[in-house]
């Protein structure tokens, strides 16, 4: 079966740096998404990797290892606004995206 | 402003009903989803539609049925509801199946 394994809740303090970690087991691999989504509202697109290796985009970084089934999301200098929940997910062959249940982000002052 | 806009905002509805959740988009995307997410469970693909007239089942189809008339509008129908497709209701679209998804705000619908 195809599985996506993430924690179910983090805290940080605001000012930090936090790591989210996702394993994977699909039916193939055609890249890897995180997203964020706020309480009660959409997911939003952060980063997409599919080569080994790290991509930065501002305070936000993700990390892939295809040979172990393994990406991080690492968010730094953390702000309030970041609490949320942060979705792991992977395209598998059919090119249809399998999720994680989310890592739900709390910061404190 | 260019985006996906989904209908109802929330709804309750009574068993047995029939109901559409409306779902457009006018980014000219090719690719459309339809998702619920449960509780404690990550979004779950119903169906999806790679291009206009074309249409897929995903991980969850029992129960609902779609169509893709056009590019722009990508309707799903609950033929009669049951109390377990109470959920979050997300419509995606994206460019084609190798992009990264965009998302509605989504439909809270209750089945009671």
């Known amino acids: 079966g195809q599985n996506i394994d993430q924690p179910t809740e983090m805290t940080a303090t605001e000012g930090a740096i936090v790591q989210i970690n996702c394993t994977y087991q699909?039916?193939?691999?055609?890249?890897l998404f995180w997203y964020q989504q706020h309480a009660g509202e959409a997911p939003t697109f952060l980063s997409y990797?599919?080569l080994d290796g790290l991509e930065e985009k501002g305070r936000f970084s993700s990390f892939l290892s295809r040979s172990k089934g393994y990406s991080y999301l690492l968010l730094k200098e953390l702000q309030m606004k970041d609490s949320a929940s942060y979705l792991c997910?992977?395209?598998?062959?059919?090119?249809?995206?399998?999720w994680g249940a989310g890592t739900k982000l709390i910061i404190k002052p | 402003i260019a985006g996906i806009t989904q209908a109802p905002t929330s709804q309750i509805l009574a068993a047995g009903r029939r109901m559409t959740l409306r779902c457009t988009q006018d980014?000219?995307?090719?690719?459309m989803y339809w998702y619920r997410q449960d509780l404690g469970l990550g979004l779950r693909l119903i169906h999806y539609?790679?291009?206009?007239?074309?249409?897929g089942k995903g991980e969850v189809p029992d129960g609902y049925s779609v169509s893709r008339a056009n590019t722009d509008d990508f309707p799903l129908t609950l033929a009669s509801a049951v109390p377990s497709q109470t959920s979050v209701y997300f419509c995606?679209?994206?460019?084609?199946?190798?992009?990264?998804?965009?998302f509605g705000d989504g439909t809270r619908l209750s089945i009671l």
């Open positions: 995606a679209s994206s460019v084609n199946s190798n992009q990264p998804q965009h």
């Open positions: 980014m000219r995307h090719n690719a």
């Open positions: 539609s790679n291009t206009a007239g074309t249409t």
């Open positions: 699909t039916s193939g691999f055609n890249g």
């Open positions: 990797n599919v």
């Open positions: 997910a992977v395209r598998d062959s059919n090119y249809q995206l399998i």
